[in-house]
């Protein structure tokens, strides 16, 4: 049985967003493998990266399987972010959960909003950099995309960072400063007994 589960429980849900850079992948990465949550797989239009995997990162989809899963109404929720559609399936999540299982869903600031609407009893963590010019530091060392498209990165990180903080959403930030530091917090997010519901 999973660490992440808790028999004879509904599970929970526990959100982990920030702008792109921040360290949500690495933090994930880390968290699941500490606490044994079941990770909750977005689907993407976009290209994978070197090293990512269909299936364990994402689902890569085309644009067209894509609409379609918005049409029948199959995401929790979704967003077009520089031209690509990301979206988190719905009925994994919830058959999980409802299995008991603590469900890592790792999306941006904008989806994490959306998500809020359809589950407020969710766990919704804010996963910032220590500064803007840390943020661009790591966007250029990823080496994927050229200046402008992160100087387009860096605004809207300003923006989406401004807009969860206003929100009231997230209950917990989480400073990715020091990695040890920032996987510790989370994962005594995820770990920490939530009623039951």
């Known amino acids: 049985m999973k660490t992440g589960s808790r028999p004879g429980q509904r599970g929970k849900l526990v959100v982990l967003t920030g702008p792109s850079g921040a360290g949500k992948s690495t933090i994930t990465r880390e968290v699941l493998r500490r606490t044994g949550a079941a990770f909750s797989v977005s689907a993407t239009t976009r290209r994978p990266r ?3 995997a269909d299936g364990r990162d994402y689902r890569f989809v085309d ?11 199959e995401l929790l929720e979704w967003a077009e972010v520089f031209g690509n559609l990301y979206g988190t ?19 941006d600031i904008q989806g994490g909003l959306q998500v809020h609407e359809k589950a407020p009893d969710a766990e919704f ?19 994927s995309e050229d200046e402008k498209t992160i100087a387009r990165r860096l605004a809207k990180a300003a923006a989406e960072r401004k807009a969860a903080e206003q929100s009231g959403v ?19 997010i995820v770990e920490q007994e939530s009623p039951d519901r």
Do not use: K, W
């Not at 910032?128 to 840390?134: G, I, R, T």
């Open 50 to 52: 070197e090293g990512e």
């Open 63 to 73: 644009r067209a399987a894509f609409e379609r899963m918005v049409q029948r109404g």
């Open 89 to 107: 399936p719905a009925e994994p999540v919830r058959r999980a959960i409802a299995d008991g299982e603590t469900v890592v869903l790792e999306i």
């Open 125 to 143: 963590v804010l996963i910032v950099p220590p500064s803007e010019q840390e943020l661009a530091r790591r966007l250029r060392g990823r080496g």
């Open 170 to 188: 997230y209950t917990h930030c989480v400073v990715n400063d020091n990695l040890a530091d920032a996987v510790a917090q989370v994962v005594r």
